[in-house]
């Protein structure tokens, strides 16, 4: 399922203060003001549409600068809005997800499209419940439909999103890092802080540590950056590795608590060598 617990937020000019000094919090607000102005409203709570919900999702994406938000808004725009953009949001549940369900499949839709479709609506309920104030009071449970054609080992955003929740905490920032550019888990694991260059936005991979022996360099972007700032500051003082939660530099077949939480997010038998289908051209 896409997931289910509640509740969201607003409200406010963009340029305004947000009233804390806690920089994920501060983020947090950030992003419903952003989602505001792409609504091209202010949004009081409780009386938010679907299509404001998922207002925020797009503004989300931009924020964060994630590569899929051109699809993404392609189907909110294309089907999510035209069919439950107007709903209000207190009056989406189970009954008008099966009737967004029975039409899109009158209309052809596989069932990989459509759970892409429902998980934009699912993310936007999310963000709203997570809003100060907050939009919603509930996030409504989505189940997803069979996918008999969808492509083996590969992560949609919707995916990345579910299964960076479920992940323990010290594989989180592995995980960004190998969805956004690729890289081999154990080249991932050994790269030190002193290839890091957070200003430049690279990562300096030295030749001994990559499979073909050959120097190359990765790229910082979208949630990797702020991820890595959260690796530097929890980096014990004589530690030189970047990753160092995930089993240190060694090598072994699996991450511990990789498979649980693949099975949670409901992409069971992912391999973290999976990702490399999943990245971006840009590489």
């Known amino acids: 399922m896409f997931g289910g617990c509640s509740t969201s937020t607003t409200a406010g000019q963009i340029n305004e203060s947000s009233g804390t000094s806690d920089e994920a919090e501060a983020s947090r607000q950030l992003k419903v003001k952003v989602g505001e102005a792409a609504s091209g409203r202010t949004v009081a709570p409780g009386r938010a549409t679907v299509g404001d919900l998922c207002a925020l999702v797009v503004a989300d994406y931009e924020l964060r600068g994630l590569r899929d938000l051109r699809a993404m808004r392609w189907r909110f725009k294309a089907n999510v809005e035209r069919l439950i953009g107007k709903l209000p949001a207190a009056r989406f549940g189970p009954n008008q997800v099966l009737t967004y369900i029975s039409v899109r499949r009158k209309e052809k839709a596989s069932n990989a499209t459509i759970n892409r479709e429902l998980?934009?609506?699912?993310?936007?309920?999310?963000?709203?419940?997570?809003?100060?104030?907050?939009?919603?009071?509930?996030?409504?449970?989505?189940?997803?439909?069979?996918?008999?054609?969808?492509?083996?080992?590969?992560?949609?955003?919707?995916?990345?999103?579910?299964?960076?929740?479920?992940?323990?905490?010290?594989?989180?920032?592995?995980?960004?890092?190998?969805?956004?550019?690729?890289?081999?888990?154990?080249?991932?694991?050994r790269i030190e802080w002193g290839w890091v260059d957070l200003h430049a936005g690279l990562i300096r991979l030295p030749g001994s540590v990559t499979k073909d022996k050959k120097p190359r360099t990765l790229p910082i972007y979208g949630d990797m950056r702020r991820w890595l700032e959260r690796q530097r500051e929890i980096c014990p003082a004589d530690c030189v590795w970047v990753f160092h939660g995930a089993k240190k530099h060694t090598v072994d077949e699996h991450l511990n608590g990789w498979p649980e939480a693949c099975k949670r997010a409901g992409v069971p038998g992912l391999l973290f060598h999976d990702l490399r289908r999943s990245v971006s051209a840009i590489i």
Do not use: M
């Not at 054609?149 to 995980?175: H, I, M, S, V």
């Open 119 to 189: 998980s934009i609506a699912w993310r936007g309920f999310k963000l709203g419940y997570e809003a100060e104030p907050k939009l919603v009071h509930l996030v409504p449970v989505i189940h997803q439909l069979p996918e008999d054609n969808a492509r083996q080992g590969f992560l949609e955003p919707d995916e990345y999103e579910t299964l960076l929740e479920q992940l323990p905490t010290n594989l989180k920032a592995l995980f960004v890092c190998g969805y956004h550019v690729g890289a081999r888990k154990n080249e991932l694991r």
